[in-house]
């Protein structure tokens, strides 16, 4: 964890440390069997693993600005969105992330990078019509937390092992793995079938576990984001009306838009989805109800008097 004035958590260090063992575990596993399986393709199966996770770990905040058609602003830019964040980071004793604004109706923000001086936070223009001074702090305060946290990095790195299951997964269905079943003797003889088989069924078991993981590691970090965003802000009830108007708001967002950017709910402080509300396992985000409680929690734990 990063050096910061943020409430530390050690239950999600614990469940980051556990995630990137496991998930770990499968992508080397993964890569063996398959340099196993297919031998002659070895080297260039062991180059595109390790290249995966290389790229997800050095370019993370260029892939999800670009994925969002995000821009960075300068000071001159966006003086006010600027001027919150550097005070956000003085109270929080880090280092400042660069500043993007996406230009997209989707009131949403994420921060992403690989780490915190390599960081990125971003709002769209939707979340800046829709929010008031104090809400917009209370989001950008739950956004730096993960940057402190560097959640958002394991988050980022996590993803590789499911990248590479799913790119086998889905050579597997248009018969690529066919063509890596060795040389035409074994094709003939049907030798290639139990290699073809196995590898598909390795590749569905890690990108499934891959899934699940990430998916339950992504909703803890949110109620610990929303818990430091909280406690660092002493305003939590304003995070909290910044979340209900960004579900609300949702519900007005054509589909065709929220599809758009699915691919990046795990990042976003609110999912891109309507009905956010719903408790499923492949929720990236606890529901607005889990979360509204919290931090009516913290509102009544500040405003006790001390003693």
Not at 95 to 113: E, H, L, Q, S
Not at 134 to 153: F, Q
Request: some cysteine; overall charge positive.
């Amino acid at each position: 964890m990063a050096h910061s004035r943020f409430i530390k958590d050690r239950g999600l260090t614990a469940r980051m440390t556990l995630t990137m063992f496991l998930l770990g575990a499968l992508f080397v596993a993964l890569i063996v069997t398959l340099m196993y399986l297919f031998s002659g393709y070895a080297p260039i199966i062991a180059v595109i693993g390790i290249g995966i996770a290389f790229y997800q770990w050095w370019s993370s905040d260029k892939v999800a600005m670009r994925a969002m058609r995000a821009r960075e602003v300068s000071p001159e830019e966006a003086p006010e969105l600027h001027g919150m964040i550097d005070r956000l980071c003085a109270l929080a004793d880090m280092p400042k992330p660069r500043v993007g604004v996406a230009d997209m109706d989707i009131p949403n923000a994420f921060a992403t990078g690989r780490s915190p001086n390599r960081s990125v936070v971003c709002v769209t223009t939707g979340i800046l019509r829709t929010l008031n001074a104090e809400e917009l702090e209370g989001v950008l305060a739950h956004e730096l937390s993960h940057v402190a946290h560097r959640d958002v990095l394991v988050m980022t790195v996590a993803s590789s092992a499911g990248i590479v299951a799913g790119m086998i997964t889905q050579s597997a269905q248009y018969g690529g793995f066919a063509l890596l079943g060795g040389n035409r003797r074994d094709n003939n003889n049907g030798g290639a079938l139990p290699a073809y088989l196995i590898a598909l069924l390795l590749s569905l078991v890690v990108y499934a576990v891959s899934f699940l993981l990430t998916r339950l590691l992504s909703r803890y970090r949110e109620m610990c984001a929303d818990r430091a965003g909280a406690y660092l802000t002493m305003k939590p009830a304003a995070l909290a009306s910044a979340l209900q108007k960004i579900s609300g708001e949702m519900a007005a967002i054509p589909q065709k838009d929220l599809r758009a950017s699915a691919a990046m709910n795990a990042f976003f402080i609110a999912p891109a989805i309507s009905g956010a509300s719903l408790k499923t396992l492949s929720s990236t985000h606890p529901s607005l109800e889990q979360r509204l409680e919290q931090l009516a929690r913290i509102q009544a734990e500040l405003g006790r008097p001390n003693g």
